[in-house]
């Protein structure tokens, strides 16, 4: 699935396309005699390969309530390939600086409100490093699927792992959505970009997150296993990790209602200062 309406973003001479869907403050906002509330705003952050055609289900399904902001980072998607390695970090600042400009156009020149931010695979060390890098504009951490376990940190175990997830785990539509993506990004970015990826020590940064952190991991993903994403929650100092059934390892495509009820609830409870109980 791909949304409509995107626009360019070019900053430090890196191009990406964002996709925004704004919400309509209604009854579910309300805050009584002092009127309506802001709805919440999400960032959704797309792991290597790919683009945001396989986030596009839980962006639209996270649209019903909160305003969406969804990338196509540069190399990947319909963005054109930078000409030399980005690392994690410069991702980060492009997300913070494509935010801010949304930001003035949107909303008037009025800094935009912190957002939670939502990454899946190698979108989790975007999320991770925007937190640590810009903490003004994220209120939240999802972490979905992330990547990569230290006790599957080669090449070659994280292939043996991502070929058993789209053989067993994954929808047709999901391997459809997600190949075609490793198919227009090329080998020649991918290979650029998958050494960052694999040397990104997210344990250790997630573990300096102050912000709430939310782990999603569907119960079959054998890339996100179950040890590895309880040590991440268990590493954050505000962590929580919930698993949805059934599902692998893009399960905001094949469970997207779960992860969508999941992220919501969690962001209710964290903004009211209370505890969250997966359920």
């Not at 030399?84 to 949107?106: G, M, P, S, T």
């Not at 990454?119 to 903490?135: D, N």
Request: charged share 15%; proline share 7%; aromatic share 8%.
């Amino acid at each position: 699935m791909k949304l409509t309406g995107g626009r360019d973003v070019t900053h430090f001479g890196l191009r990406g396309r964002l996709y925004s869907s704004t919400a309509v403050p209604g009854p579910a906002h309300t805050e009584g005699p002092q009127g309506a509330k802001e709805p919440p705003s999400y960032v959704l952050l797309h792991g290597i390969g790919v683009s945001h055609r396989y986030l596009a289900r839980l962006h639209l399904e996270l649209a019903k309530t909160g305003n969406v902001y969804t990338f196509d980072l540069p190399g990947f998607g319909d963005a054109p390939s930078p000409r030399e390695q980005i690392q994690v970090e410069q991702y980060a600042d492009f997300v913070a600086a494509a935010l801010a400009d949304e930001a003035a156009r949107q909303m008037n020149g009025s800094p935009m409100g912190a957002s939670i931010v939502v990454g899946h695979s190698m979108g989790t060390q975007f999320a991770v490093e925007l937190a640590l890098r810009r903490p003004q504009l994220v209120s939240g951490v999802v972490l979905m699927s992330p990547v990569v376990d230290p006790q599957r940190g080669t090449v070659l175990k994280q292939a043996a792992d991502l070929t058993t997830d789209a053989l067993f785990c994954e929808s047709p539509s999901s391997n459809i959505t997600v190949f075609s993506d490793y198919f227009r990004a090329g080998p020649r970015w991918y290979l650029t970009e998958l050494p960052v990826m694999m040397g990104y020590p997210l344990a250790g940064r997630t573990g300096q997150v102050q912000q709430p952190v939310l782990v999603v991991r569907g119960s079959r993903d054998p890339v996100a296993r179950g040890r590895w994403c309880r040590e991440l929650a268990e590493t954050a100092p505000h962590g929580t990790l919930v698993e949805v059934p059934g599902k692998g390892h893009v399960v905001q495509h094949t469970g997207t209602a779960a992860v969508a009820t999941a992220i919501t609830r969690w962001a209710s409870a964290t903004d009211q200062g209370g505890l969250f109980t997966a359920r």
